[in-house]
């Protein structure tokens, strides 16, 4: 006898579908798979046996042979026990109805309970484009599946409700289509409850509205992580299309909330300084993502960041360029998505006081220029911002005036979007921070008093050719932010004083 069911296998953020042959015959009982499956997979064909006797049902007596397809294609995890078992219950004719249209997807466990599988979103996506009407999924799961519209979405408690949905004794109801709340899009923490430093503020204000990279420079306890941990509230609410790219990032990772099957608020992550290469980028035997995939279309935050191992860092440069990263292992390549703010804060030296207007620094001139070096000179060129923290005044922490809120700030970081999504409509830009070589000189008209001021720029500060593109993508910001369509000369002098503290201290 033969059956095939319908499955889905994942290789990075890469679904594709898979094909669960069985075929039975005479001989000596035995039960074998086949298409290239490691060894998880072959394991499940004791998952599957209790899972038989666990839902009352005799193993066949027979030669088994199961064969996962394509057979070239590696397959990985634990996703296809659903789909072999289905398959038993065809040959066996505990299931009789039509299942062309329908995949399958989940682990199976000792006493037939389904339990969840990672990467559920982008197998789920990828079932409704190759046309199946429905999938079923572990229960766990389903929240999660159900975000696909378009789609029905079974979601399974263990293998006797799948053997009763199909019999007809107690139908499985289809998991209700997700909704998005409006509430769901932004996060509770607000500008309003940071006192002073309005100057900081700003800087962050300007790199919300164009994408650009930030690196804040100050004493402990001046507020740099209180104001990077708010940034996310005034940055634009996820587009759909944003938040199904990032959720399939977190869905394979396993790091989905499960009340929240759907990432609407922009990732902020902040990793450990002590973090590993591969941590931040991504790696593995079976490469998985790293903390800037994690990131993507939200924020990196490195707090302390000359701690983190030089070699770490150094991770950061071609994806902050791409927007990608690719990591290739033995097992094949992946190309992960990493579009991110990088902010980042450090300490001006060891002790922390250096050039501190009241607290004495304690570490020798080798001490501070030892530890301002960790950072290399391409690195602290990819931050479009620099900011000088300064500590909070008595009169500001003890004011009763209200600040402002991340509500009122983000109204005017959306203003300056809006011109900017005008501007790039069809070339896949979707900020200032994004605008490629080519169109630096289309999109970044100068006025004459603006050349002249640029140029003074360039010569007195040895601008490198990055350094000279970054200062008129901040400088384009600036000009939005004002409404202008030409860059002046007072956007260029607003975008050079955020490039100061690379001489201040690191005499560049």
């Not at 389904?114 to 979103?121: E, S």
């Not at 860092?313 to 991110?340: A, N």
């Not at 490629?436 to 008093?449: H, K, N, Q, R, W």
Request: glycine share 8%.
């Amino acid at each position: 006898m033969y059956a095939k069911v319908n499955s889905l296998g994942l290789f990075g953020l890469n679904a594709f579908p898979v094909d669960v042959e069985i075929e039975t015959s005479r001989g000596t009982p035995s039960f074998d798979i086949i298409g290239l499956a490691d060894t998880v997979i072959r394991e499940s064909r004791e998952r599957i046996r209790a899972a038989l006797r666990a839902s009352y049902i005799s193993f066949p007596l027979s030669r088994i042979i199961v064969n996962l397809a394509p057979a070239d294609t590696k397959k990985t995890g634990s996703a296809h026990d659903l789909a072999i078992f289905t398959a038993l219950l065809c040959i066996t004719g505990n299931i009789t109805a039509d299942i062309s249209k329908s995949a399958f997807i989940g682990e199976v466990s000792l006493n037939g309970d389904l339990r969840g599988v990672n990467g559920v979103l982008p197998m789920v996506l990828l079932a409704k484009k190759e046309g199946f009407e429905q999938v079923f999924v572990p229960e766990i799961n389903a929240y999660e599946a159900s975000v696909v519209e378009g789609i029905r979405v079974y979601g399974v408690r263990n293998t006797a409700d799948l053997i009763k949905h199909f019999d007809g004794s107690a139908p499985i109801a289809p998991q209700p289509a997700y909704k998005v709340r409006e509430a769901e899009r932004f996060d509770t923490v607000d500008f309003s409850e940071v006192k002073g430093q309005k100057m900081v503020k700003k800087a962050l204000e300007i790199a919300a509205a164009g994408g650009h990279n930030v690196l804040m420079i100050g004493a402990p306890g001046s507020g740099k992580s209180m104001m990077a941990k708010r940034i996310t509230t005034i940055l634009p609410g996820m587009t759909f299309e944003e938040s199904i790219e990032t959720t399939n990032v977190h869905s394979i990772c396993g790091v989905l909330d499960p009340d929240t099957p759907l990432v609407t608020r922009r990732p902020f992550r902040s990793p450990h300084h002590t973090i590993s290469s591969v941590g931040l980028s991504g790696g593995g035997s079976v490469p998985h993502p790293g903390e800037i995939s994690l990131a993507h279309n939200g924020v990196l935050f490195l707090d302390e960041l000359a701690e983190f191992s030089r070699p770490t860092l150094e991770v950061l440069r071609q994806p902050l360029e791409d927007k990608k990263i690719t990591i290739s292992r033995e097992s094949g390549t992946v190309t992960y998505p990493c579009s991110f703010m990088l902010i980042a804060a450090m300490n001006p030296c060891p002790c922390g006081y250096f050039g501190h207007p009241n607290h004495e620094c304690r570490c020798t001139k080798n001490q501070v220029t030892a530890y301002l070096s960790r950072i290399s000179g391409p690195m602290l060129d990819r931050f479009d911002i620099h900011c000088r923290i300064n500590p909070v005044d008595f009169e500001s922490m003890s004011s009763a005036a209200k600040e402002e809120s991340s509500a009122a700030i983000r109204e005017r970081v959306l203003k300056a979007r809006e011109i900017q999504t005008a501007r790039f409509k069809g070339t896949g830009i979707t900020c200032n921070a994004g605008i490629s070589d080519g169109l630096i000189a289309e999109v970044c008209p100068l006025t004459d008093s603006a050349k002249d001021t640029l140029k003074n720029v360039f010569d007195k500060m040895g601008l490198s050719a990055r350094g000279y593109n970054r200062i008129l993508k901040l400088s384009r910001t600036i000009a939005d932010m004002s409404g202008d369509e030409v860059i002046d000369k007072q956007h260029i002098a607003g975008a050079v004083q955020f490039r100061t503290l690379d001489r201040q201290f690191w005499g560049r």
